[in-house]
């Protein structure tokens, strides 16, 4: 997306809105989103800041994620911030320039597509759910647990508790006398009824 700030040249401080509508095609190719749903709609304002033009506003797009837990799909919007200085010459960047390449002006335009695309793809959560309490897939037969529960989810949990009930069962046996032998709770008795 680029901008004509013709309109701002030689008049510091003075600025323009716009909302524009752009196509996002490269979210498409990412694999966590699954479907672009419509356009990047960016809000800005570009104000002349006698160096450079400065590029404030808010993106939004509308997408199709996956449920981090169930898999299906589900809408969200994006949404995100943006503000960046657009310089005439890169002299006038600081000195830290070499590590963060300014952006800079071309001609009578400014190039703000790898600023948006970026902007955009540091919105994308690292994990979305459908809903708070998505109970995702059963770990065995992928059946999905929002919608009731599977056959195999009861037998699966007692396969893998199996041998702890076990271990549990033969603490219960030997465990008591053990117990009280180790407590001392009968020499306590012992002391106790001789007083
Ligand atoms: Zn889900
Ligand atoms: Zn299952």
């Given at each position: 997306m680029r901008l004509n700030i013709s309109a701002l040249a030689g008049r510091k401080g003075s600025s323009f809105r716009l909302k524009e509508e752009r196509p996002a095609d490269f979210l498409a190719k990412l694999s966590e989103v699954e479907q672009v749903l419509?356009?990047?709609?960016?809000?800005?304002?570009v104000t002349n800041?006698?160096?450079?033009?400065?590029?404030?506003g808010d993106l939004s797009i509308e997408v199709e994620?996956?449920?981090?837990?169930?898999?299906?799909?589900?809408k969200t919007t994006l949404?995100?911030?943006?503000?960046?200085e657009f310089l005439n010459h890169p002299e006038?960047?600081?000195?830290?320039?070499?590590?963060?390449?300014p952006s800079l002006?071309?001609?009578?335009?400014?190039?703000?597509?790898?600023?948006?695309?970026e902007s955009l793809l540091v919105s994308i959560p690292m994990k979305?759910?459908?809903?708070?309490?998505?109970?995702?897939?059963?770990?065995v037969c992928g059946t999905l647990l929002s919608e009731g529960k599977c056959d195999c989810s009861e037998s699966a949990i007692d396969i893998r508790?199996?041998?702890?009930?076990?271990?549990?069962?033969?603490?219960?046996?030997?465990?008591?006398?053990?117990?009280?032998?180790?407590?001392g709770s009968t020499k306590e008795e012992t002391f106790k009824s001789k007083s």
């Open positions: 419509g356009p990047v709609v960016a809000e800005l304002q800041t006698g160096e450079g033009f400065l590029v404030v994620l996956r449920c981090s837990r169930c898999l299906r799909p589900l949404s995100t911030s943006i503000e960046e006038e960047a600081e000195e830290d320039w070499f590590w963060d390449e002006v071309d001609g009578n335009e400014i190039d703000i597509t790898s600023l948006i695309e979305s759910v459908c809903q708070e309490d998505c109970p995702g897939l059963c770990p508790l199996a041998p702890l009930s076990k271990l549990l069962q033969q603490m219960s046996e030997t465990t008591p006398p053990e117990r009280r032998k180790d407590h």
